[in-house]
């Protein structure tokens, strides 16, 4: 299908402007899980303080994703927060989203999500753990090209489009899609730089964007940044280069270096600084607060809404400790006086429909085909299957090594839970029998496969090695099935609303 844009660029920007100016103030966030930590845990912990005294306000929450009478119970006990939603598994950089993927079931949960919430913005990260048949335990990024950015854009204006339709509000302004820079984990494929494919996204659809700041200083580490620049250089010209006019959000998040801690492969280049990845539970470096500082400053900076700490799967205390920084180092930040823009648009800001987003022609997006084989390749490459055949950003030396070696499989055995705790016994029988575990990773990515149910890495992980155990040890298949059996139904409790006593 051809993204169908009725008017020129102006427009689109336009557009944007009108959906934007329906957003209020946010203020100072956290975007948080549900579960991890237990997020009325957290709200208790901030309003008694911590070891810092004073009670603390959050202006806002960002909610994972989770089951739906988990967000509904999350609704009904905070009901003057601004909640805000944080989607996944609506695999918006892929080519075949709408075809390999189960989009319409993904599409249809994060409306009702959006509904049950309330919220102004959904955010997804721009790009996918599962791809041309492979499934990842955390983010990929999209294929840095011209072509990835038009179906990126086209898919997010058939997501807009939906939430529009579903909307009751006057005009029928649906949640606004917030597109997510993601993380690069050691590399990133593609042609054109970061900054530019954004840009490329943001002049075709009217989406709103979220600057995680420690996403950004991975581009800067594993892009050819590292080579010639130092990081304010860097965020210098990164800022020049993106759409800053379209981020809503700000997200700060920890950085560490990998849980593995094999590293020695990267050891010749470490002048330009570690080689942290985004890790949402590690402590956030006082680089990024210097970045955010240096962000805040820039005066094409004009629809931030909100800028929230991401602290899913950190310690409550050091939520505590790190949010009372943020508000006591930014409490002058009341966000951007947005009345001079919204009289400067108020030509277009009149009721009525929204502008069409996508044309219904069924004609194929332009360059889809060759960018199925190339997300083919990316996917083989970064599991091992394949040599390098793609463009890269300017890769750190031996970067792309130590994902394919060491973080994939690592992703695989242990990330999402430890397959020895998971599935005790079973291990013990593949141990008699000879069977090592890295079998289950070359088992894993042997061949691509379909993606008929909603994206969950436990209950995949649980599926696929039952599957394994049936081919390579059939006699320790009882023992698998029941393991798999038990912790499903554990999955299941666990992910059951919190109960309410209010
Ligand atoms: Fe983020």
Redo the contacts with the bound molecule.
Sequence with gaps: MTVAFEEDMATVDQEFFRRVARIPHHGLGL?VDVYTPDLFDLLDALAEGGAGGRGLDCDYLEIFKAALPALADVRRRLPNTLLEY?AEGLWITQPDLETRYPFEAELAAAAAHLRTLGSHWM?H?CAAKQMAGYSFGTYLPPLFTRASAAVTARHIGLVQHRFDGESRSPGRYGPLFLL??P?LTYFGFGDVSVADFFRFVTEATPCGL?L?L??LWTVYRYSDAWRDRDLREFLSDFLEAFPLERVVQI?V?GLAGHESGEMAGLAATGSRGPFWI?A?GAPIPDVLFDMLELVLAHPRLRHLKGIAL?VDNKSVPLIVQEFRRLREQWAWWKGVDEQGQQDEWASNAQAGRPAPLVGTDGVPCEGTDGLLEQYDRYARIVTGGAADAVPSLGMVPGALEIYRHTYFPHEILHWGGELRDMFPETCRQLDRGGVALTAFVHYWVREPRPSQTPYDFFLLKLERFVEFVREVLPTAIPTAEREAAELRGAYQAACAPVTSEA
């Design positions: 975007s944080h955010n990260e997510e820079l993380p979220v995680d420690g996403h997200h998040a985004d949402h991401e």
